[in-house]
Nanobody, 128 residues
């Protein structure tokens, strides 16, 4: 059974940084993509980033690529999302999700709705 567990959310002030973690277990292959999504209250879910674990490449949403960075620790099966210069509009529930091979990260970040596995999310609140 694949399980994704997010952690690291919390309350921060605008301008501060925060790093989220997505610990994956049960994956039987590295040929998967792990993506971060977020959903703010009253808004649609949006893609943040997508990392292809096999290729080691990451795609970011254009609006976030200057402030957000993804990294991975293969030994821990964990993908991290470092968020810098946080803004109140970054306040959202952040989710990580996984999908098997064949789906380009560029598609996943921008509107793909077929992720196979989801974590329960971690809340990020940025105060002004």
């Amino acid at each position: 059974e694949v399980k994704l567990v997010e952690s690291g959310g919390g309350l921060v002030q605008a301008g501060e940084s925060l790093t989220l973690s997505c610990a994956a277990s049960g994956l039987t292959s590295d040929d998967v993509a792990i993506a971060w999504f977020r959903q703010a209250p009253g808004k649609e879910r949006e893609g943040v980033s997508c990392t292809n674990l096999w290729l080691g490449t990451t795609k970011y949403a254009d609006s976030l690529k200057d402030r957000f960075t993804t990294s991975k620790d293969n030994a821990k099966n964990t993908v991290y999302l470092q968020m810098n210069k946080l803004k109140p509009e970054d306040t959202a529930m952040y989710y990580c999700a996984a999908v098997g091979p064949g789906i380009p990260c560029a598609e996943i970040v921008y509107g793909y709705h077929g992720m196979d596995y989801w974590g329960k999310g971690t809340l990020v609140y940025v105060s002004s």
